[in-house]
């Protein structure tokens, strides 16, 4: 994915290892291994439930977890100096005083590392949110809600974030500024940790996916590894004879799904190969179109026996 | 994604930050004051004890003559029953002042700060205290100043500065510290304003009858394990009447009553998850 950037002196990345964690009989955490590197934008998956906040709290200290570790560049978090230049985090935005303005919000959790005010404003500059600084944050949208909360976790300047669902809420233009955002700090050699409902937003900022699934993990790869997952390369074909051009692609390896009388959809052929195949026996072929696996699919995919909060019809 | 020379997103400070005791209590004084209803809450306490002070002192003048005869004790006895707004009110505000964070979430962006976690429960507690210890000196003082004046009308003059008037202040403030401190920890504990203003209320008003019911009328022993009764024996304390040897026994119940919510509050603020 690139080179890193030098601007950052240390070597920033999250090591969880082994992280269990019970809550009575049932496991919220089951064993959660991976690592989140500097310069990547490592993204979260997993169903409702599926133990993402909780291991997110785990790593910034608020939940104690029954077995395993989480180091921040090898040290504990608690156990830093000034833990907001470790670890920034968004894990609840509306965790704000409503009478208190989101510059006083700010100014409370600077003042407890001792970093000025000057930081705050900066901080209230990038997120947008100028115009409003001075108002009550009970008054605030979802959307400026979050970003509050994205500027809490930027306070410390720190070497790694850790957001959970930073776009909820925000409008488009909100989506793409988190996107860009994201990858701006992974540029500068952050570790950034991710987690979101939102699949194409995922597909374009994060480099990496960490999926779990009912508290395990299930898949740790990259994106392009995942998307591969999915059943690779389909392609899509229009034709006058779908029976016909079946029976010439199955000898050549071809596996073929009918989707409509003149819809096929085949795995496991080029689109040159079918049309080499079907030309000479006179089948005609109007649509010939490579489709890409999206990470809904994928998704789907590798969480569907995980999903813990299913809605009762629609079963597919 | 090549490197590119660009401005970084963040400018570096000056110093690095670091987590220090009295960075965290400036950050919980921050909390406090940045907030509208503290300020409300204050300001009330301060007019319902000028209040109460004309109003005893009313009550007082129905008598202009003993009024007068009484001298400072009954300016005294004007200013003293304003402690008991002052109860109220400031261990309301310092119940919120701890409860609001967990209702609200911002108790997990606190310990995201400073996980250690101890020294929010500290500072919480030192900021509360200092202003319990303010509020309860102007709340007295304000008391003073309108019982005064009405009390001036028999021809009673008292001076603020009258030793007796001072000891009294200064006993009510004690007190109110005490309370506090008790109040802060009650709702570490309970992380709930409603319940934890119930049992502190509780504690303080019902309490006190509850035994004395129970008991069958003032059983000095078993009052005496009360958190009120250290308010009682703080009063004759500074007044010297109480006799040394239940100087201990009260030391150690007011010591109680305290120590032992501020273990258990320290030790669910460690091992609690939030």
């Excluded at chain 1, 504990?76 to 907001?84: D, E, G, Q, T, W």
Aim: proline content about 4%; hydrophobic content about 50%; overall charge neutral.
């Amino acid at each position: 994915m690139g080179t890193v950037s030098l601007l950052r002196s240390v070597v920033d990345m999250i090591e969880v290892s082994h992280l269990t964690k019970r809550h009575g009989a049932s496991i919220a955490v089951d064993d959660v291994s991976f690592t989140v590197a500097p310069g990547t934008v490592t993204g979260f998956l997993g169903p409702n439930g599926a133990g993402k906040s909780t291991t997110m709290r785990i790593i910034v200290g608020l939940d104690r977890p029954t077995s395993g570790t989480v180091t921040i560049n090898g040290n504990r978090y608690a156990n830093s100096p000034a833990p907001l230049q470790e670890v920034g985090a968004l894990l609840d935005a509306g965790a704000v005083h409503p009478g208190r303005s989101a510059r006083n919000h700010l100014r409370t959790v600077a003042r407890t590392h001792g970093i000025p005010d000057r930081r705050v404003d900066e901080v209230i500059g990038l997120t947008g949110l100028e115009s409003v600084a001075h108002r009550r944050s009970g008054k605030f949208s979802l959307g400026m809600g979050q970003r509050l909360g994205i500027a809490t976790a930027l306070l410390g300047d720190p070497g790694t974030l850790v957001l959970d669902e930073p776009v909820n809420g925000l409008d488009p233009e909100g989506v793409i500024w988190v996107r860009q955002l994201c990858r701006s700090l992974a540029a500068e050699g952050r570790a950034v940790l991710l987690s979101s409902h939102l699949m194409s937003e995922m597909a374009q900022t994060a480099d990496r996916l960490v999926v779990l699934g009912r508290g395990r993990v299930i898949a740790d790869e990259s994106i392009a590894d995942v998307l591969a997952r999915a059943g690779g390369d389909r392609v899509a074909v229009k034709t006058n004879a779908a029976e016909r051009l079946e029976e010439l692609l199955r000898p050549l390896g071809g596996t073929v799904t009918h989707v409509a009388i003149d819809r096929v959809e085949v795995v496991g052929l080029s689109p040159e190969q079918i049309a080499g195949a079907a030309a000479p026996a006179g089948v005609m072929i109007f649509e010939l179109v490579p489709v890409q696996a999206s990470l809904e699919d994928a998704f789907f995919g590798l969480t569907d026996d995980s999903v813990e909060y299913r809605a009762g019809s629609a079963r597919r | 994604m090549s490197t590119t020379a660009h401005a970084p997103l963040l400018r570096p400070l000056d110093r690095a930050p670091r987590v220090t005791f009295a960075r965290v209590t400036r950050a919980e004084g921050t909390k406090l004051t940045s907030v509208r209803s503290s300020w409300l809450i204050g300001l009330l306490t301060i007019a319902l004890s000028a209040a109460a002070g004309a109003a005893i002192a009313a009550t007082e003048m129905t008598d202009p003559a003993a009024a007068l005869a009484g001298g400072v004790g009954t300016s005294i006895r004007t200013i003293a029953p304003a402690v008991v707004v002052g109860e109220m009110f400031i261990s309301v505000l310092a119940v919120l002042f701890v409860t609001q964070e967990f209702a609200t979430g911002q108790k997990r962006v606190t310990y995201a700060a400073v996980p250690k976690r101890l020294p929010v429960l500290a500072a919480k507690t030192i900021v509360a205290a200092v202003v319990a210890l303010i509020l309860s000196v102007v709340s007295s003082v304000a008391a003073w100043a309108t019982s005064s004046a009405v009390l001036s009308r028999s021809g009673l003059r008292t001076s603020l500065f009258d030793p007796a008037v001072l000891q009294s202040i200064g006993a009510s403030a004690a007190w109110l510290v005490l309370l506090t401190v008790f109040s802060v920890m009650i709702a570490t504990l309970l992380r709930n304003s409603a319940a934890s203003i119930a049992l502190v209320l509780g504690v303080l008003l019902v309490l006190p009858i509850a035994v004395r019911v129970i008991t069958g009328s003032s059983d000095f022993e078993w009052s005496s394990l009360l958190l009120t009764y250290s308010e009682t024996t703080m009063n004759q304390l500074i007044t010297g009447t109480e006799p040394a040897a239940d100087l201990g026994r009260d030391l150690v119940v007011t010591a109680a009553w305290l120590l032992v919510p501020m273990a258990a509050a320290a030790w669910a603020t460690v091992r609690r998850d939030v």
